[in-house]
Nanobody, 122 residues
Framework: QVQLVESGGGSVQAGGSLRLSCAAS????????MGWFRQAPGKEREFVGR????????SYADSVKGRFTISRDNGKNTVYLQMNSLKPEDTAVYYC???????????????WGQGTQVTVSS
């Protein structure tokens, strides 16, 4: 079992920044992929980005590329989502997830955090 706990959500004006954290505990593997997803009211859950726990390679959705950055701290077992130049359309509940495969498909991630609300006002 893997436990994921997110923190760092909140409210910010457009153009502002937030950093989300995802602390992992339990049974993690070196080949684990950590993903960030978000879900806005009435919309499907969508891929934001992901990072390989080993090696640290990342990829991002086109909608956030150049604005969001994912990083990890192996010593703290924590993954971060730095969000800059936030837009109102970034408003959503953000989730971190862990899985064995590099994928943009949320269904392929086995473990999920509880989610944290991000609200961006214009």
């Amino acid at each position: 079992q893997v436990q994921l706990v997110e923190s760092g959500g909140g409210s910010v004006q457009a153009g502002g920044s937030l950093r989300l954290s995802c602390a992992a505990s339990g049974r993690t593997f070196s080949n684990t992929v950590m993903g960030w997803f978000r879900q806005a009211p009435g919309k499907e859950r969508e891929f934001v980005g992901r990072i390989r726990w080993t090696g640290g390679s990342t990829s991002y959705a086109d909608s956030v590329k150049g604005r969001f950055t994912i990083s990890r701290d192996n010593g703290k077992n924590t993954v971060y989502l730095q969000m800059n130049s936030l837009k109102p359309e970034d408003t959503a509940v953000y989730y971190c997830a862990a899985g064995p495969l590099v994928s943009t498909n949320w269904a392929l991630y086995n473990y999920w955090g509880q989610g944290t609300q991000v609200t961006v006002s214009s």
